[in-house]
C-alpha cells in the first residue's frame, strides 16, 4: 500500500509541474504552441528537425535552467507540434520561423534573452541572430558550418526525400517522420525554404556565441570552423552522436557554465 501511495504521489508531483502549453498567432495567423516555465532571465530553446518542443522535456538542459533560476521558453516551430502546419511555400518563405520567434518575444514583452538551438533549430537560431539585438548569448549545437551554404546538397536532398523521392541516405528519417505522424509536407516546405545566413553576416555577429557538437556528429560539416567565422565564439566538444549529445549532462553543464560566465 505505501508504495502505492508513493508512486500515486509522484505522478501527481509530475502532474503539477507539467508546463503548461500554450498559443499566440504569429504574424500570418498561423498558432504557435509554446511553453513558458520559471523565473529569472528568459533561455530559449529551438529544437530540431522531425522533433517538438516534448524533446527538450526531460533533457539535462531543460532540468538545469528551470532548477537554476532561469525562465525557460520552448516553442513548436511552425509545422510541428502542437502548432499550426500551414501547407504553402508562402508559409514557410523569407524566413517565416525565424519572424514567429521574434512574434513570441514580442508577444511575451522580453525585453533580453539567452537562445539554444539544437540541429536545425541551430539554423533558425542562426539566423534569428542576424535580426534580434535583443539575444545575448548565443549557443548553436550539433552543427557544423555547411548550412551556410545556400545549395547545401543535405538539405536539398531532405527536401527532395519529403516531396516522395527519398534515397538511402533519406529513407530512414522519411520512416521515422510517419512513424510519429509527423506532417511530412510540412517537413518538406521546412527543408525547401530552410534560413540560409552566409558567413559574412555571422562574422557580424559580436554577441557571445557557443558552438557544442558531440565528437561522434560531423555530417553537418565542422563545427569548428563554424566557431572560428565569429569574431566572440568559443567551442566545446563532448561525448556523443546527433541525436543523442543534447540529452547528456556534458552538454548541459557546457551551456550552463557559458550563461553563467561574465
Do not use: C
Not at 508513493?6 to 500554450?22: F, G, N, V, Y
Not at 500570418?28 to 511553453?35: E, H, W
Not at 529544437?47 to 526531460?58: L, P, Q, V
Not at 520561423?97 to 537560431?125: C, F, N, P, Q
Request: no cysteine; charged share 25%; glycine share 6%.
Amino acid at each position: 500500500m505505501k508504495s502505492l501511495l508513493a508512486l500515486i504521489s509522484i505522478l501527481m508531483l509530475a502532474q503539477d509541474t507539467e508546463a503548461i502549453l500554450s498559443y499566440f498567432t504569429s504574424f500570418d495567423n498561423t498558432k504557435i504552441a509554446f511553453t513558458d516555465e520559471g523565473d529569472g532571465v528568459p533561455v530559449l530553446l529551438l529544437h530540431g528537425f522531425i522533433n517538438t518542443r516534448k524533446n527538450w522535456d526531460r533533457t539535462e538542459l531543460k532540468k538545469d535552467l528551470i532548477a537554476k533560476g532561469y525562465r525557460v521558453i520552448v516553442p513548436d516551430l511552425r509545422g510541428n507540434g502542437d502548432s499550426d502546419k500551414p501547407q504553402t511555400d508562402d508559409a514557410y518563405a523569407n524566413d517565416a520561423e525565424v519572424a514567429d520567434v521574434i512574434a513570441l518575444m514580442d508577444y511575451l514583452t522580453i525585453k533580453e534573452y539567452h537562445a539554444v538551438g539544437y540541429s536545425r533549430g541551430t539554423i533558425v537560431l542562426a539566423k534569428l541572430l542576424t535580426k534580434d539585438e535583443r539575444i545575448g548569448k548565443t549557443v548553436l549545437g550539433g552543427m557544423g558550418i555547411d548550412f551556410t551554404n545556400p545549395n547545401w546538397e543535405r538539405r536539398l536532398l531532405f527536401a527532395e526525400a519529403f516531396a516522395g523521392n527519398p534515397n538511402e541516405l533519406t529513407q530512414g528519417a522519411v520512416d521515422y517522420a510517419e512513424s510519429v505522424n509527423a506532417d511530412l509536407r510540412s517537413l518538406h516546405l521546412q527543408q525547401k525554404h530552410q534560413p540560409v545566413t552566409a558567413m559574412e553576416e555571422l562574422a557580424l555577429v559580436e554577441k557571445e556565441v557557443l558552438v557544442i557538437a558531440g565528437d561522434e556528429d560531423l555530417e553537418n560539416g565542422t563545427p569548428s570552423e563554424l566557431q572560428s567565422v565569429f569574431p566572440n565564439a568559443s567551442l566545446q566538444i563532448v561525448q556523443g552522436d546527433h541525436n543523442g549529445t543534447y540529452k547528456t549532462k556534458a552538454f548541459s553543464k557546457a551551456i550552463l557554465l557559458f550563461l553563467k560566465n561574465k
